[in-house]
């Protein structure tokens, strides 16, 4: 494990609010040189602590006007293989992620649409016709705030 001190916390947290901040800008926040937040930043990197870079899309811009989780039990889990079930349902695109949990549920999605009728008509002929797809729950996000990071 890395050892973490304050100030690559601080790093961290100041890269998740906004990853496109150059080292000179960090460095002058956190009373740094440009060079050494450059090596720090590198050294995080180096260890595997940032995950790939990434764009974060307006949706509403893109036309998608609503997000649905659902919840999905697998009718009988030893008849449908769980890789044949993510194989089919990653390849619906209107399924941003596919999680496979402990719980109630097998599997949570996150699935957006334009609206609530074409929500319906991909719930009804993709994720419904899934291999194994036993009882789904849908819960449709009426807010977000999104957080900095873990740390």
């Known amino acids: 494990m890395l050892e973490l001190d304050d100030i690559d916390?601080?790093?961290?947290?100041a890269l998740c609010v906004?990853?496109?901040?150059?080292?000179?800008?960090?460095?002058?926040?956190?009373?740094?040189?440009q060079p050494a937040t450059w090596r720090r930043i590198k050294r995080l990197r180096d260890a595997g602590v940032f995950g790939p870079r990434r764009v974060d899309l307006n949706l509403e811009k893109l036309g998608v006007g609503v997000t649905v989780f659902l919840g999905i039990k697998l009718a009988t889990k030893g008849r449908v293989s769980l890789e044949d079930f993510?194989?089919?349902?990653?390849?619906?695109?209107?399924?941003?992620?596919?999680?496979h949990v402990l719980g109630v549920y097998d599997y949570r999605l996150r699935v957006v649409a334009q609206d609530l009728p074409d929500?319906?008509?991909?719930?009804r002929r993709?994720?419904?016709?899934l291999p194994g797809v036993g009882n789904i729950e849908a819960n449709v996000l009426l807010s977000e705030e999104r957080r900095a990071g873990p740390i």
């Open 119 to 123: 929500f319906e008509r991909v719930l």
């Open 86 to 99: 993510e194989r089919a349902v990653s390849a619906i695109p209107e399924v941003q992620t596919v999680q």
């Open 9 to 13: 916390r601080a790093l961290m947290q």
């Open 126 to 129: 993709r994720v419904m016709t």
């Open 18 to 33: 906004d990853a496109t901040q150059s080292a000179g800008a960090l460095g002058r926040a956190f009373n740094l040189s």
